[in-house]
């Protein structure tokens, strides 16, 4: 499975940004789908996941400000970034897990996109 993330850059604070995650493999059923984000010196957090269901998890520090989706046709993974704050600067990971037509489970990670808030 390769992940492909999108959206990321360089945004003011208050400012909006959407990122996108492009799922891409055959014979793969996709289950939950994940962004994460990593700040230099920090570990890797959740941001807000988002099952095969469209149930979510969203972190108290993006909540009422970040916005999970999916799109299951398309294999991919959105996240909507509004009020951004200097302490949303990160890169962010996206993941995606499920299982082979094996039956082997699978637990895949995108390159990462770095979103810089700063005036």
């Known amino acids: 499975v390769q992940l492909q993330a999108s959206g990321g850059g360089l945004v003011q604070p208050g400012g909006s940004l959407r990122l996108s995650c492009a799922a891409s493999?055959?014979?793969?059923?996709?289950?939950?789908m994940g962004w994460y984000r990593q700040a230099p010196g920090n570990q890797r957090d959740l941001v807000a996941d988002?099952?095969?269901?469209?149930?979510?998890r969203i972190a108290d520090s993006v909540k009422g400000r970040f916005t999970i989706s999916r799109d299951n046709a398309k294999n991919t993974l959105y996240l909507q970034m509004t009020n951004l704050k200097p302490e949303d600067t990160a890169v962010y990971y996206c993941?995606?897990?499920?299982?082979?037509?094996?039956?082997?489970?699978?637990?895949?990670w995108g390159q990462g996109t770095l979103v810089t808030v700063s005036s």
């Open positions: 988002i099952s095969n269901y469209l149930s979510t």
């Open positions: 493999g055959s014979g793969f059923s996709i289950d939950g």
């Open positions: 993941n995606v897990r499920g299982v082979w037509h094996s039956g082997a489970p699978g637990d895949y």
